[in-house]
């Protein structure tokens, strides 16, 4: 069984930053393939950043520049530094996790709110 628990979001202004933590409780962490996702109200999710089991990372346009994901495979963690937040990243923010050789995050983290204020 595999558990995720989000920390970090909060409230900031804009142009502010936050660093989201992502523990991953269960075997297998380094073989995992993560990603952030957010959601804000009356929106679908939508994928933020990746981070392949190698460090390989890719970003939605929305927040390259921005933000960074980063994982540390000793502490089973996930994160993501988020710079220059602007009113439209807030949203609920979710960690996931899949095996690589799949397509599908399998996994989800409960989510931690990040708003950002003009």
């Known amino acids: 069984q595999v558990r995720l628990v989000e920390s970090g979001g909060g409230s900031v202004q804009s142009g502010g930053s936050l660093t989201l933590t992502c523990v991953v409780f269960g075997y297998g962490y380094s073989r995992y393939c993560m990603g952030w996702f957010h959601q804000a109200p009356g929106k679908e999710r939508e994928g933020v950043a990746f981070i392949g089991s190698t460090g390989t990372t890719s970003y939605v346009d929305s927040v390259k520049g921005r933000f960074t994901i980063s994982r540390d495979n000793t502490k089973n963690t996930l994160y993501l530094q988020m710079n220059s937040l602007k009113p439209e990243d807030t949203a609920m923010y979710y960690c996931?996790?899949?095996?690589?050789?799949?397509?599908?995050?399998?996994?989800w983290g409960q989510g931690t709110q990040v708003t950002v204020s003009s």
């Open positions: 996931a996790a899949r095996m690589c050789d799949r397509t599908r995050f399998e996994y």
